[in-house]
């Protein structure tokens, strides 16, 4: 039998793992300006690739972290995650020219994915059923706080020891949580059940997961979804300073923002048994559309501005963060169904494709910033209507229906 941490002890240790990834994603926006004028001064919108980077490495990580584990196990392979990530951050936070900057963000993103990808490997290797459901929500639960105080405590770090502090908490969040796994959790793959690193089988996997017609329909929706989603991210600090003059509040408002949109994951977990996964992802896209057809009309017909524009785009964001909750699980659940005896490849597989596409929506989104939000909220609606029309695609005689599946055991 794998060896057991107190479950507390072993909840507390994964939702770490998992939070410095939210971590090293929302602790960097506020030092975005520092580092546009540092690095990029002619061309600061290009200070946004510094959380594409990531996150395209995180999706690269995704791919490959989860067939490694099967192999060597999961511990290793989480440390050996974490050093990738402590690398990353070094060079990063040495970085002199926005290049190497963004070299080392895409490692820290690839190293980044290997604790979340395999924490939940692990879990699966020591508990099933209900005992799983509940270590898995509280970690998510976790994962979705953090982006609540990651801005505030990234904004006094910057404060007292400029951005380059914020790679040096990076590395030490990171170094702690290595230190911990290492002297306190043992290996949870037992060895006959370790697979061979075969080619052939990953071959024959990645058609049979992407063979399905209905998989294929739920990831590219899952790319529409966060590429708005990381689209919003990677222009929200620049909104707050240069559209609404707020640079110095917007920690202390997008921390609210997270903080209302977990209500979204409670009514969730509520709704899901009575209404379904399919209803849940349809009112979700269908908010998210209407809120950004209505906020991008106040725009363009120049209610943008001023206190009533910054009402406007702060309940705009709220209700895209809050949707997330609706749709991210649901549609990760329903493309799984079909591929359980393949769903340690299958959830690399999928959340690598739409994790990397949602780069190739965010970053120009990024890049087309205008002093304004109408470019980041036609990227909303216009993610959120392809997603609509996309989910009427689907394969409704196969597809399945209902809360989600139990966790495989």
Known sequence: MPRRLPQLEFTILLAMLFATV????DAMLPGLP?????LSPDDVNRAQLVLTAFVFGMGGGTLIS????????????????????????????????????????AIQGVGGAFPRTVGIAMVRDLYEGREMAKITSFVMTIFMVVPAAAPSIGAMIIADFGWHGIFAAFVLVALIGATWMSLRQGETLDPENRRHLNFADLKSGTKEVFGNYNVRIYTVILMLGFGQMFSILSSVQQIYADTFDLEEVFPYFFGATALISAVGAIMNGRLVGEKGMHFLIRLGYGIALTASVIALALNLFGFGSGTFGFVVFFLWTVAMFSINAFTFGNLNALAL????????????????????????????????FNGTPIPVMMAGALCSA????????????????GAPPKPAE
């Open 34 to 38: 520092q580092i546009a004028a540092d």
């Open 386 to 401: 392809l997603a609509l029309i996309l989910f009427r695609f689907e394969d409704s005689a196969t597809a399945p229906h």
């Open 22 to 25: 939210a971590f090293s994603i």
């Open 66 to 105: 989860g067939p490694i584990s099967d192999h060597f196990g999961r511990k290793p392979v989480i440390l050996f995650g974490l050093g990738l990530y402590i690398v990353g951050a070094v060079i990063a936070g040495l970085s002199n020219t926005m290049e190497m900057m963004l070299i080392g963000r």
């Open 337 to 368: 169904v079909p591929l359980g005896r393949l769903a340690g490849l299958a959830n690399s597989l999928i959340g690598a494709v739409f994790t990397m596409g949602s780069v190739l929506i965010a970053a120009p989104v990024g890049l087309a």
